[in-house]
C-alpha cells in the first residue's frame, strides 16, 4: 500500500522538478526525499520520474498519470480529515428534529433561526409528530431530537431538557353560539362535543385535559379524535366541536375559531427537548436550545 505520505512527497517533486526544492517544500533534507522517491517507483514497479544527472527531467507517462491520480487521492484526504474534525465538533452533518405542532408557535422558530446561524453547515430536518411518534422515533433511530410534551412514559435513556412553557385554553368555531361569551369558562362546556387527539399519542397531555374538565364538574364527550394538534383544530374550526389546545397555537386560524383562556393553575404545561445517544451536532444545538 502506497501512503498519503509517500504521495505528497512525489507530488512535490513533480510540481518543482528539483529535489533540493521539493525538499525544502516538505521540511525535510534531499538524500531522504531521493530515498523515498526510489522507493515509491520499487513499490509500484515503474519508473515515475525522468532523471538527468543533476536535475529531474520530466515525468514519465507513468509519473503523469500518477501525478494525476495522487492530487485527487491528497485533495479527497484532506476533504475526508476536515469532514471529521467538523462533524466531531458538531459543525457539520444532519438534524433529524421532531416537534409538537404547538411548538412552532413558542421558541421553536427562533431556536432554529439561531442555530443556523451558529452552526450554517449542520441540515436541519423537521418533521412533526405527536410525543409518542417522536419517543418511537428516537427508540429507532430515525430522529435525533424531538421537542416533546412530558410527561413520558418508559422514558429510560431518553434525556429530557426544559425547552418552552405554555398553557391550555379553550377553542371553539368563531360561529359557535358561546364563541361571543366573554366570560366563556370550561366548566360551560359540559354538554359541548369535544374533538381531541388519542391518548396514545400524548398520554400526560390528555389527562391533563380530562383533569381540567373534572375539576370543572364534567367528563369531555369526545366525538371525533384527531392526529396532530393541526387536525384538531381544523375540525373545530368548522365546527365538528370544541377542544382543549396549547395557548400559543391561538395564530392558528383567528379568523375561524375563536379562543378563549383557562385561569386554572392546572393548564399550565411545559416542553422538553428529547434527545437519545445525541451526537455532536445535537449536543450543539442542545445546548443552544438550552
Known amino acids: 500500500m502506497i501512503d498519503l505520505r ?7 517533486v ?7 526544492r521539493a525538499a525544502h517544500r ?47 487521492t491528497l485533495r479527497q484526504a484532506r476533504h475526508a480529515i476536515a469532514t471529521a474534525r467538523e462533524t466531531g465538533a458538531g459543525r457539520t452533518g444532519l438534524i433529524r428534529l421532531g416537534y409538537v405542532g404547538s411548538a412552532l408557535y413558542g421558541r421553536l422558530p427562533e431556536t432554529i433561526r439561531a442555530f443556523r446561524k451558529a452552526r450554517p453547515s449542520v441540515r436541519l430536518e423537521l418533521r412533526e409528530a ?22 413520558i412514559p418508559k422514558s429510560e435513556g431518553i434525556e429530557l431538557r426544559r425547552f418552552d412553557r405554555d398553557r391550555l385554553c379553550i377553542a371553539l368555531s368563531a360561529d359557535h353560539p358561546l364563541a361571543d361569551r366573554s366570560d366563556l369558562s370550561l ?19 390528555h389527562l391533563q385535559v380530562i383533569r381540567l374538565c373534572a375539576d370543572a364538574g364534567f367528563v369531555p364527550n369526545v366525538t371525533q379524535e384527531a392526529h396532530g394538534m393541526h387536525a384538531v383544530l381544523s375540525l373545530v374550526a368548522v365546527g365538528a366541536g370544541v377542544s382543549v389546545v396549547p395557548e400559543s397555537m391561538a395564530r392558528f386560524r383567528p379568523d375561524r375559531i375563536a379562543y378563549r383562556p383557562i385561569a386554572a393553575t392546572g393548564a399550565a404545561f411545559s416542553l422538553s427537548l428529547a434527545v437519545h445517544q445525541p451526537g455532536p451536532a445535537v449536543t450543539a444545538f442542545a445546548e443552544i436550545a438550552a
Not at 6 to 12: C, L, N
Not at 14 to 20: K, L, T, V, Y
Open 14 to 20: 513533480a510540481e518543482e522538478r528539483h529535489f533540493h
Open 187 to 205: 366548566a360551560t362546556l359540559g354538554d359541548e362535543e369535544f374533538v381531541l387527539w388519542p391518548m396514545a399519542e400524548g398520554r400526560g397531555f
Open 130 to 151: 405527536t410525543t409518542a411518534a417522536q419517543i418511537a422515533g428516537l427508540r429507532a433511530g430515525t430522529l435525533d431530537a424531538g421537542i416533546v410534551i412530558p410527561p
Open 26 to 72: 516538505l521540511g525535510m533534507s534531499q538524500p531522504p526525499l531521493t530515498v523515498a522517491i526510489r522507493k515509491l517507483e520499487e513499490d509500484l514497479g515503474v519508473d515515475l520520474i525522468a532523471r538527468g544527472p543533476h536535475r529531474v527531467l520530466g515525468l514519465t507517462a507513468a509519473g503523469a498519470a500518477f501525478l494525476h491520480e495522487a492530487r485527487a
Open 6 to 12: 509517500k504521495m505528497e512527497q512525489f507530488v512535490a
